[in-house]
């Protein structure tokens, strides 16, 4: 057998053993008690001699482990691409661990279109892997991706291809094998050592064709044509300005979402516009957005709807990062720089950030460097884009002084809840290694746990110091309840933005505002020479601050 199906007969072994359990025992798989994380690791440890680790966050992102390439459609892998022993991972419902792509769950593929793992109760189980992954994919989940699917397949980084005899294996080309410890030791010294290597850096091998320069420039720092109004260009051959009808909406977000900029055209023989030129707003003469044309849509025989987006639709990239002593600051200008993107007035952030491997989008690599920053200084920063420039800004220094109140905002919405990311205690884990303990650290409000019940939140840490801070940072953020307000038809104001701060003065009934609240969302509509906005807006994390 290949050491891959040894990998699937372990955890096979176990089938209908073991107990579920998250506590103490859940590393004692072979006397009984499991889940799912612990499972493969003792199976990978038990036959290929390498750890890891603990559980499902450190597993995805494991140097032992590698990717595999295959085809996901609806979810499900290409099961001609995968060997037994490969590991299957799945979104869960910790919104928390956006550097582990929400990962909360593992399976092992055991062949035939079957996975074996640990879920719950008595296990592990064995699954039809079509039918598991198509069910997870349907299963909702508060994650960014809105599921519980497959996020990816892993694969040890040694060659799990050669055959496997008990303790001692050998390369499937030679068949030589060897049933003393020490040929086993010299068979695999090479294999051990590779393993041990951390990855310090990425290193590109290959690369086809060369990249492109951006061709179309001018639009940027090209002034405007009109003193009032509102005013669109798009440079493809020439700098047209097209004839608008109906509105013009411009949405903005105070994180990990691009300016978007709609509007409709009508269709003539004069306008040669192509998806990538270059697009400009302004109203009465003041720059507010620069993007690009990426989608249209034919509304009829005269019209197309055209959608653009600012610089910050490049950051949805997904890529590959190694760095180490940078700040938030300097990690934006390099992401900047690798992808070609200009950056504008570009605060110091301050702290910074030892070191970190991500694999991600950029939007989530950044908003990791903020979280960080965040949790070391207190100070949260909003990056945007700045009529075709990056910036980067202190959120204390865009308080603007526009009032919303009831005579301002034509109708508004109203909620408040703990139902959804409200926790007021907090449990983080450290497996203690010299001890053989899992510590626990815990951290309780008392007043709204009477109140509300226990609403826990658990997860775990690197080492003792990070869980108790952990803990109590975690239960000052979540220890809230979660309120929303939407405010529709107010007065436009160009100068708001995702991250602006404007004074609230409303009376809620169990809440009387007045003060300042930031704008989470914020629509602008421009028609008939109208500009109305809606808004999303909140205090810190969702709390009304009054």
């Given amino acids: 057998m290949t050491k891959g199906e040894a990998l699937a007969a372990k955890v096979k072994s176990r089938e209908g053993k073991n107990q579920y359990t998250q506590g103490d025992k859940r590393g004692q798989v072979a006397s009984g008690w499991s889940d799912c994380s612990s499972l493969q690791r003792w199976a990978y440890k038990e036959v290929l001699g390498i750890d890891i680790g603990d559980n499902t966050e450190v597993q995805i992102l494991s140097s032992k482990l590698k990717t595999v390439l295959l085809f996901l459609k609806n979810g499900i892998p290409d099961v001609d691409s995968m060997q037994p022993g490969d590991l299957l991972f799945f979104r869960g419902t910790n919104t928390a ?4 792509m929400y990962v909360g769950h593992v399976e092992m593929y055991v062949g035939n279109g079957q996975l074996s793992g640990h879920g719950s109760g008595r296990g592990p189980t064995r699954k039809d892997l079509k039918s598991y992954c198509r069910t997870r994919q349907s299963a909702s989940s508060p994650v960014p991706a809105g599921n519980k699917g497959l996020i990816c397949v892993r694969r040890a980084v040694v060659d799990t291809s050669g055959t496997y005899a008990g303790s001692a294996w050998s390369s499937a080309s030679t068949g030589a094998t060897s049933g003393s410890a020490q040929n086993t030791i010299q068979s695999t010294a090479s294999e051990t ?9 990425v290193v590109c091998k290959s690369v086809t064709g060369s990249p492109g320069a951006y061709k179309f420039t001018e639009l940027k720092d090209m002034g405007g044509v009109l003193a009032a109004g509102c005013e669109i260009l798009i440079q493809n051959d020439k700098v047209y300005m097209p004839v608008v009808t109906g509105e013009i909406t411009l949405e903005y977000s105070r994180k990990n979402t691009p300016g978007q900029l709609k509007f409709s055209v009508i269709k003539d023989d004069v306008l040669n516009i192509q998806e990538g030129n270059p697009v400009s707003f302004r109203v009465d003469g003041r720059n507010i957005f620069y993007g690009y044309f990426f989608s249209r849509s034919v509304k009829d025989k005269n019209t197309i709807e055209l959608t653009c987006y600012d610089q910050l639709r490049y950051l949805k990239n997904k890529d590959t990062l190694v760095y180490s ?25 301050g702290h910074v950030i030892a070191g970190r491997i991500e694999e991600a989008t950029l939007f989530d690599i950044l908003g990791n460097a903020s979280d960080e920053t965040v949790l070391n200084t207190g100070r949260l920063y909003v990056l945007y884009d700045n ?90 953020y979540y220890n809230k309840v979660q309120r929303e307000l939407t405010i529709n038809k107010a ?29 989470e969302k914020v629509r602008h509509t421009f028609a008939n020479g109208e500009h109305l906005m809606n808004l999303n807006v909140s205090g810190a994390r969702g709390e009304f601050n009054v």
């Fill in 325 to 349: 002593n940078k700040k938030y600051s300097e990690l934006l200008r390099m992401i900047a720089d690798d992808y070609g993107l200009t950056c504008g007035d570009v605060e110091d952030t």
């Fill in 193 to 201: 050592q590779a393993e041990s290597v951390e990855i310090t850096k």
């Fill in 387 to 476: 009529f075709g420039r990056l910036r980067l800004e202190n959120i204390q220094s865009m308080v603007l002084p526009i009032l919303i109140d009831q005579d301002t905002a034509s109708d508004y919405g109203y909620t408040s809840t703990i139902d959804k990311d409200v926790y007021n205690r907090i449990k983080i884990a450290w497996d203690n290694s010299t001890t053989g303990e899992r510590e626990i650290y815990v951290a309780n409000d008392t007043d709204s746990q009477a109140n509300w019940g226990v609403l826990q939140y658990y997860d775990k840490a690197d080492s003792a110091e990070v869980a108790k801070e952990k803990a109590n940072v975690l239960l000052s």
């Fill in 97 to 100: 661990r956006k550097s582990s």
């Fill in 491 to 519: 007065f436009g104001d160009v100068r708001v933005r995702g991250g602006s701060s404007l004074v609230v003065m409303m009376d809620l009934g169990d809440v009387k505002l007045q003060n300042f609240m930031v704008v």
